[in-house]
């Protein structure tokens, strides 16, 4: 993909948890590595999934640790000059900043490859990634296995006790009591959201389409 470029691109992997972002990213990691390039890795300082270390090692033996950053500033701030590769995972925690900072390094000759998923708990765009997405040369989006029905997932299903967690709750939530499944559309609850909907649909079946 984009061989020979002489400029820079932005790839972005997206799709719902579970969905193998991250062992794609490592894997276009893996192979930059082998390739010789100069590469970079960043990850969200919100993500404590591998206790704090993100390390990718290529058979040969080079290896590199992802370094945490807290916002787009703070990654500009530490990508160095020279760099060929920079690679960022679950970068639907960063702020919007993080558009301009893919693009100037773009801009400047660099190979991102940006993970993330794309979709909140409620089915909405998470974070800068409808943006990024947008802006990217290359797209690839990822789908897991739903738990419930065992169709491609494309959802993130959050459970409080169990329970389907309700819309209002807050977009990042880490540390909290709640979990996550992958879920496809149809097994997807949203409880408020849904409601709302219903509601909706209600009102254009008394009133009419006018009305609404
Ligand atoms: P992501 O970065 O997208 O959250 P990871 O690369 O960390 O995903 O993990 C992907 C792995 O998760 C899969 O290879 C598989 O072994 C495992 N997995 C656990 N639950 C599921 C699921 N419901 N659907 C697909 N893979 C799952
Ligand atoms: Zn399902």
């Known amino acids: ?24 990213l490592i894997r276009r990691v893996r192979r930059a590595l082998i390739a010789g390039r100069r590469v970079q890795l960043f990850k969200s300082h919100l993500d404590d999934r591998y206790g704090g270390q993100f ?17 787009s500033v703070q990654l ?17 925690f960063m702020d919007d900043g ?8 773009a801009d400047a000759g660099m190979r991102v490859i940006v993970a993330g998923t794309d979709m909140d708990f409620r089915g909405e765009p998470f ?4 943006l990024l997405l947008a802006r990217a040369e290359r797209i690839d989006k990822l789908n ?7 169709d491609p997932a494309t959802r993130n299903q959050r459970l409080i006790d169990g329970k389907p967690a309700p819309a209002e709750g807050p977009t990042i939530q880490v540390g909290g009591a709640e979990s ?33």
């Open 1 to 24: 993909m984009l061989h020979g470029a002489r400029h820079g691109w932005v790839e972005v992997v997206a799709g719902v948890m579970f969905s193998g972002k991250s062992e794609e």
């Open 55 to 71: 390390r990718i090692s290529s058979h040969d033996g080079r290896q590199i640790d992802a370094e945490p950053v807290s916002n």
């Open 76 to 92: 500009a701030e530490k990508v160095r000059p020279e760099t060929q590769v920079v690679a960022i995972d679950e970068a639907q």
């Open 98 to 105: 993080i558009c301009e900072v893919v693009d100037a390094l």
């Open 127 to 130: 974070g800068p990634m409808g």
């Open 144 to 150: 897991a296995i739903c738990v419930v029905c065992g």
């Open 180 to 212: 996550y499944e992958a879920r496809c559309r149809g097994c997807h609850v949203v409880p408020k959201r849904d409601r709302a909907q219903g509601e909706l649909l209600l009102r254009r079946a008394t009133e009419g389409w006018e009305g609404v």
